[in-house]
Each structure stands twice: as C-alpha cells, then as structure tokens.
C-alpha cells in the first residue's frame, strides 16, 4: 500500500521560509517522479514542482521559480520542498503526489497522494 505523507506546513509571515516534507512507503521510490501541488481555498489543485527520480531534472511553476526548490534523497524515500521568499498567495494545502516515471503537471494525471500539510502566510 503506497502511503505519502506530508509534514513540516505551518504559518510563516510574508518573505519567511519553510521546508516542506513528504515521507513515501509502499512503492519503489527510485523510480518515480515526484510532484508537489497545492490547493488553496476556492481553487483547484496547481501544479507547483517536480523532480525527476534521480534528481537531474526539476520543474516549477512560474508562480513560484526562483523561491522554491524541489529535491529528493531517494536513500531515505524523502521528497523535499524549500519555500523561500513566501507571500500571501502561497497560503494553501500542499500535496506530495506520484504516479510513475514522467514529470506530470496536471493533477488528474497522478495517483498517489498524501493527505496534504496546510502552509498559511500572513502580510
């Protein structure tokens, strides 16, 4: 049973920094892509990173290049997300989410998820 889950969220002011987690179980890590989406209230599921499952290749969303990062350590089946520079409307609920090799970009397309980490930044 493939089980992703989601830690570190919290509430940060505007220009703050958190470190997002996801511990996966259950399915060869190595051997997926691995994704972060968020969902903030009222709206759908964005794509927000993505990684490759050797880490060579990343993929942001525009909104967020430059202030995020995305990395994994396949040794620990750990997936990570540095979220720097945050403003208001990063506020929402962050997934972790996985369904094979390919770097995927519409929620939809990907099977696997966690129950999400709620990240809220205040102005």
């Known amino acids: 049973q493939v089980e992703l889950v989601e830690s570190g969220g919290g509430w940060v002011q505007a220009g703050g920094s958190l470190r997002l987690s996801c511990a996966a179980s259950?399915?060869?890590?190595?051997?997926?892509?691995m994704h972060w989406f968020r969902q903030a209230p009222g709206k759908e599921r964005e794509f927000v990173a993505a990684?490759?499952?050797?880490?060579?290749?990343?993929d942001y969303a525009d909104s967020v290049k430059g202030r995020f990062t995305i990395s994994r350590d396949n040794a620990k089946n750990m997936v990570y997300l540095q979220m720097n520079s945050l403003k208001p409307e990063d506020t929402a609920v962050y997934y972790c989410?996985?369904?094979?090799?390919?770097?995927?970009?519409?929620?939809?397309?990907?099977?696997?998820w966690g129950k999400g980490t709620l990240v809220t930044v205040s102005s």
């Open positions: 989410a996985a369904r094979g090799t390919l770097i995927l970009r519409t929620a939809g397309q990907l099977n696997y």
């Open positions: 259950g399915l060869t890590f190595s051997v997926y892509a």
């Open positions: 990684i490759t499952r050797n880490g060579g290749s990343t």
